[in-house]
């Protein structure tokens, strides 16, 4: 039987093993329309679509941070560097100014691109879906660069690393 807003998942659990799906961290960030940055850090980033240039990410309803991003018309997926923890740890932490400390420039759209920053990707919204507790954003990619020189920050049960390859 399928249930709808009841589940038999543990959430412990589920957090646990989903966890265990490594995944690279971005801070996704915007020029909300008080004129004033703002930025959240976001695991669920992925590539969508190459025609049209579609990438996602899943914004959780109770962010403070997306609301006011959502207000702006663009964002920008900023995809962090290895050395890059503690300006996760900034963007993830509620309150506060998270930009403090941090530089960045204007990408196309306006939204803050990083400094330091592995890629980033210069979106503007497509859609915003409710998903359960967390929101699906589609994003049309305007521009977007990276660099080999910055391997990035990898996310693993709840700890983090850097990519080694095996080759
Ligand atoms: C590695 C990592 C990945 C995260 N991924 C997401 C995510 O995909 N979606 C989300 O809503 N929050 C995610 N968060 C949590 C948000 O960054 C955090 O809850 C949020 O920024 C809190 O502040 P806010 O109220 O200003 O949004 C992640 C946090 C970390 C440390």
């Not at 249930?3 to 265990?20: A, H, K, N, P, Q």
């Not at 740890?89 to 100014?97: E, I, K, L, P, Y």
């Not at 521009?143 to 049960?157: A, G, K, M």
Request: include cysteine; aromatic fraction near 10%.
């Amino acid at each position: 039987m399928v249930s709808d807003s009841t589940t038999d998942i543990d959430s412990i659990r589920f957090r646990e093993v989903l966890g265990s799906y490594p995944t690279g961290v971005t801070v996704i960030t915007a020029v909300g329309e008080d004129g004033r940055p703002a930025g959240m850090a976001v695991g669920s980033f992925t590539s969508v679509s190459l025609d049209p240039p579609l990438v996602a990410f899943l914004p959780d309803r109770s962010s403070s941070s997306f609301p006011r991003i959502r207000t702006a018309s663009s964002f920008c997926v900023n995809v962090l560097a290895a050395d890059q923890e503690a300006v996760c740890r900034a963007f993830a932490t509620r309150g506060g100014d998270k930009f403090a400390g941090v530089g960045w420039q204007p990408a196309g759209s306006g939204a803050p691109r990083l400094d330091g920053v592995a890629a980033w990707i210069d979106c503007d919204f497509e859609s915003v879906q409710e998903a359960g507790d967390h929101y699906i954003v589609l994003g049309r990619v305007r521009e977007l660069d990276s660099t080999d020189e910055r391997p990035p920050l990898v996310f693993f049960q709840g700890g983090y690393g850097r990519f080694s390859s095996t080759a």
